[in-house]
């Protein structure tokens, strides 16, 4: 049974900064595409940051280059996004996406996490 598990968000001002993690079993971790998504109210749900399978590759929405970090330990079947600088337009609940193949493509999401970015 594939689990995604998404921790760390919460209530934070303006320019402070919180880490996600997002905990993963049931999937060869090591051989997946790692992604995080965010969708704020009343908006489309939108790509934040992806990482390849090694952790070699990433890449970064626009509005999160150079204030957002994706990372990854494939030895404990995490992602991480470290989230610095933080805007209150950054304020959305943020998923974690899995994709990877086993005799097919497979594509899952965890719960999401709220974070709140407000003074």
């Known amino acids: 049974q594939v689990q995604l598990v998404e921790s760390g968000g919460g209530l934070v001002q303006p320019g402070g900064s919180l880490r996600l993690s997002c905990a993963a079993s049931g999937f060869t971790f090591s051989k997946s595409t790692m992604t995080w998504y965010r969708q704020a109210p009343e908006k489309e749900r939108e790509l934040v940051a992806t990482?390849?399978?090694?952790?070699?590759?990433?890449n970064y929405a626009d509005s999160v280059k150079g204030r957002f970090t994706i990372s990854r330990d494939n030895a404990k079947n995490t992602v991480y996004l470290q989230m610095n600088s933080l805007k209150p337009e950054d304020t959305a609940v943020y998923y974690c996406?899995?994709?990877?193949?086993?005799?097919?493509?497979?594509?899952?999401w965890g719960q999401g996490t709220q974070v709140t970015v407000s003074s």
């Open positions: 990482i390849n399978p090694t952790g070699g590759t990433t």
């Open positions: 996406n899995a994709k990877y193949w086993t005799q097919r493509w497979y594509d899952d």
